[in-house]
């Protein structure tokens, strides 16, 4: 698959070999759809280990919207930040059912996932619709996470960059870096237990930066690219260690306080 990436643009090129990768890595957990009060047992485990030994990490955890206000008070004062997994574009209104970005921030999250491929297949949202939900969580003092990554059948059609980076590009139009997180997050890797090999995450993650740079030079290197799909305790390490890998969006490993906490050792 690495032979059938093209290379990124010269002028990223020669900016990517200039900068070293000195950022402090963010280790994010998202629930998803799963947690109630008992789970923040999980995040007061996760708070007194950190007390113990602090983290080299940031870390995020974003809980189901019915546990925000409970986990942020757990957390308070501790290394660890609460963040939403979906925002609507408005501030308020007629949307029943949706949060906006203000009522996160108001439970004091800090950050919201947008453009999830589990928000992109089922809610069919465009990125176009990511880049508004990104803007509106800019706006609300959120650090929105920008989730971008191909599926299965379009990465055996070898489309994998043009996807991913059309994907990134359209996503990040409308909230200037580095005031946002990318995630790359294959959608065939995510709760399957594959994940792509180390040289593809490191092209794919290379692509990225390059295009990142090119969209907004000196801002564009400080932006934090995650990889997620089946990050576990036993290949956590390996991921993180890659170049332009500047930490991980954890699914199914992020509900067990135990598994959680040895992928942030591992970062
Ligand atoms: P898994 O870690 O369970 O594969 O999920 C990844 C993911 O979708 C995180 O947003």
Same mark, same amino acid.
């Given at each position: 698959?690495?032979?059938?990436?093209?290379?990124?643009?010269?002028?990223?090129?020669?900016?990517?070999?200039?900068?070293?990768?000195?950022?402090?890595?963010?280790?994010?957990?998202?629930?998803?759809?799963?947690?109630?009060?008992?789970?923040?047992?999980?995040?007061?485990?996760?708070?007194?280990?950190?007390?113990?030994?602090?983290?080299?990490?940031?870390?995020?955890?974003?809980?189901?919207?019915?546990?925000?206000?409970?986990?942020?008070?757990?957390?308070?004062?501790?290394?660890?930040?609460?963040?939403?997994?979906?925002?609507?574009?408005?501030?308020?209104?007629?949307?029943?059912?949706?949060?906006?970005?203000?009522?996160?921030?108001?439970?004091? /999250? *800090? +950050?919201?996932? !947008?453009?999830?491929?589990?928000?992109?297949?089922?809610? =069919? #949202? $465009?990125? @176009?619709?990511?880049?508004?939900? /990104? *803007? +509106?969580?800019? !706006?609300?003092?959120?650090?929105?996470?920008?989730?971008? =990554? #191909? $599926?299965? @059948?379009?990465?055996?059609?070898?489309?994998?960059?043009?996807? !991913?980076?059309?994907?990134?590009?359209?996503?990040?139009?409308?909230?200037?870096?580095?005031?946002?997180?990318?995630?790359?997050?294959?959608?065939?890797?995510?709760?399957?237990?594959?994940?792509?090999?180390?040289?593809?995450?490191?092209?794919?993650?290379?692509?990225?930066?390059?295009?990142?740079?090119?969209?907004?030079?000196?801002?564009?290197?400080?932006?934090?690219?995650?990889?997620?799909?089946?990050?576990?305790?036993?290949?956590?390490?390996?991921?993180?260690?890659?170049?332009?890998?500047?930490?991980?969006?954890?699914?199914?490993?992020?509900?067990?306080?135990?598994?959680?906490?040895?992928?942030?050792?591992?970062?």
């Amino acid at each position: 698959m690495s032979a059938r990436l093209p290379h990124v643009g010269q002028l990223a090129i020669s900016h990517i070999l200039n900068m070293r990768d000195t950022m402090r890595p963010l280790i994010a957990g998202n629930w998803k759809m799963n947690g109630l009060g008992d789970s923040l047992h999980e995040i007061e485990r996760l708070v007194a280990e950190l007390l113990e030994q602090p983290a080299a990490a940031d870390i995020l955890i974003c809980p189901p919207f019915t546990l925000i206000d409970r986990a942020e008070a757990l957390v308070r004062g501790s290394a660890i930040q609460i963040g939403g997994q979906d925002c609507h574009v408005d501030a308020s209104g007629a949307h029943t059912g949706d949060i906006s970005a203000a009522m996160l921030a108001d439970s004091g /999250a *800090k +950050a919201v996932i !947008v453009g999830h491929s589990e928000r992109r297949a089922n809610h =069919g #949202e $465009t990125s @176009a619709r990511v880049a508004g939900k /990104a *803007k +509106a969580a800019h !706006v609300s003092g959120l650090m929105p996470i920008i989730c971008i =990554g #191909e $599926t299965e @059948a379009e990465r055996n059609a070898g489309h994998v960059l043009e996807i !991913v980076l059309s994907q990134l590009r359209d996503s990040i139009a409308l909230v200037p870096a580095p005031n946002y997180v990318i995630a790359y997050e294959p959608v065939w890797a995510i709760g399957t237990g594959k994940t792509p090999t180390l040289q593809d995450i490191a092209d794919i993650h290379s692509a990225i930066r390059g295009a990142l740079i090119d969209h907004e030079a000196e801002p564009g290197k400080q932006v934090r690219i995650l990889y997620g799909g089946s990050v576990k305790p036993d290949n956590a390490a390996a991921i993180l260690c890659l170049p332009h890998v500047n930490g991980a969006l954890v699914g199914g490993a992020s509900l067990k306080a135990t598994d959680f906490m040895k992928i942030i050792r591992a970062a």
